[in-house]
């Protein structure tokens, strides 16, 4: 049976599914830690961020490829591609969803696609870092 994923790959975005702790996303959290950000993962807040910045109000979720849908890098499986095409929307709009959940509770939503982690990291942690700040700022005047 032809297929676009390869075992490796369908294994690999299974194993995506609600997944915590990514490669991605340690990568993040080791980077950030080492650029003196202090956060936290475990959350109950909607969509479960990634990292949350609790003083700043800031949140940050790291997005599969695969799984969000990336402009980039998501593959449209030949198989079961109605499936997989249906699955991947239902992220993306759930995606927005939490986006304007979040904002409506006065968090700021910052999303890194998976590559961005992987091929621009520095530009991903200063990013968060002036996000932390103007959250940071906004908190002490009171907004
Ligand atoms: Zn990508």
Redesign the pocket.
Known sequence: VADVLTKKQRSYCMSRIRARNTVPELALRRAAWASGLRYRVKNNLFGRPDMVFVSARVTVFVDG?FWHG?P??SVKPKTRAEFWTRKIGRNIERDAEVRDALAKQGWKVLRF???EINSELPRVVSRISRSVERGLTRAASGD
Request: glycine share 0%; charged share 15%; proline share 0%.
């Open positions: 490829c990336c980039i890098h696609w998976e590559h």
